[in-house]
């Protein structure tokens, strides 16, 4: 599964209307990065207090917020370096700050494999985010070509974990009596197993996806050298 660069311009031309009305509400491009950062961090704070249903929904709403910024800057002409590296900056930081709301829910349930999983989850997330920004600092896939390298995007990695933490909400996350064995010798609450294997998919996918574009830069610099 991969994401084409054609299917993220329909969806942020989608978006287009909404952009361009908060920009004549006076919001910049920077703006409403620092907004779409905010959100996101309200959302890892509902995680870490174990509010799964919450924070599920808050921080897929800002993931989608974030679309907003890059199109209304694209929609006006304001596109430049600066809001560009801030975007990137933000989104990074968000992630990884859910993900530590994560590891802080978690563990306040006791369920330290969880935090060990949602640790591999974000260290896996980060590196996709690396071979991106690393390889076009190399000048290999200009522009936003490696975002379509690889079948675990920043946006197939945040509707995953979304659906992770809403399914975790609505399923329980305390342990259940019988059954599977889980941390301290009891049962894993479905909620819990929700979360599981949400982000398993998120440290598979997300390894998978590093390794595509591990293959993608070197053969691109094989054929450079012919």
Known sequence: ????????TRIKKAFEPVALSMGRLGLTPDALTLIGFAITVVGAVLVSQQLWLAGGVVILFGGVFDMFDGTLARATGRVSNLGAFMDSVFDRAGE?????????GLQELGILNGTVLAAAAMGSAVMVSYTRSKSEGLG?????????????????RLVVLSLGLVLAGLLGTQPMTGGGEGAGGAAVAPGTLSLFIALGIITLGATITVIQRILHVRSQATHHTK
């Open 1 to 8: 599964m991969t994401i084409s660069n054609e299917s993220r």
């Open 96 to 104: 990884v700050i859910v993900y530590i709301g994560l590891v802080i």
């Open 140 to 156: 290999f896939t200009s522009g936003s070509g490696m975002a379509a390298v690889g079948v675990m995007p920043r946006e197939v």
